[in-house]
């Protein structure tokens, strides 16, 4: 069972970048991506329920970052753009059975986790 983020680096300030967690192993009914900012707790970023394409956002994400996933539903991705210095962590994807959405954005509710990959944005 393995979730292998990947995707990361360094960019600048309004650039974007695209994150790609895939999973092996096993099947996942929700998977999602968290982050933790240097000096600060890990926080959600975005969710979704792969076989209903429902999507969950923290509020900091809508409308710069969008969570896809792939036909097979192996692969979501996390598309973000119009980074900004406060972007800058280590993103964690992470999978669940089917979550309903109202715990779509608790951490605790993931079973699984990836590695992580580090984000940087400069200014």
């Known amino acids: 069972v393995q979730l292998q983020a990947s995707g990361g680096g360094s960019v600048q300030v309004g650039d974007s970048l695209r994150l790609s967690c895939a999973a092996s192993?096993?099947?996942?009914?929700?998977m999602g991506w968290f982050r933790r900012a240097p000096g600060k707790e890990r926080e959600f970023v975005a969710a979704?329920?792969?076989?209903?394409?429902?999507?969950a956002y923290a509020d900091f994400a809508k409308g710069r970052f969008t969570i896809s996933r792939n036909n097979a539903k192996t692969t979501v991705y996390l598309q973000m753009s119009s980074l900004k210095p406060e972007d800058t962590a280590v993103y964690y994807c992470a999978g669940a059975p089917r979550l309903i959405l109202s715990v779509m954005r608790d951490a605790n509710a993931y079973n699984y986790w990836g590695q992580g990959t580090l984000v940087t944005v400069s200014s």
């Open positions: 192993g096993r099947s996942y009914g929700t």
């Open positions: 979704m329920r792969l076989s209903e394409g429902n999507t």
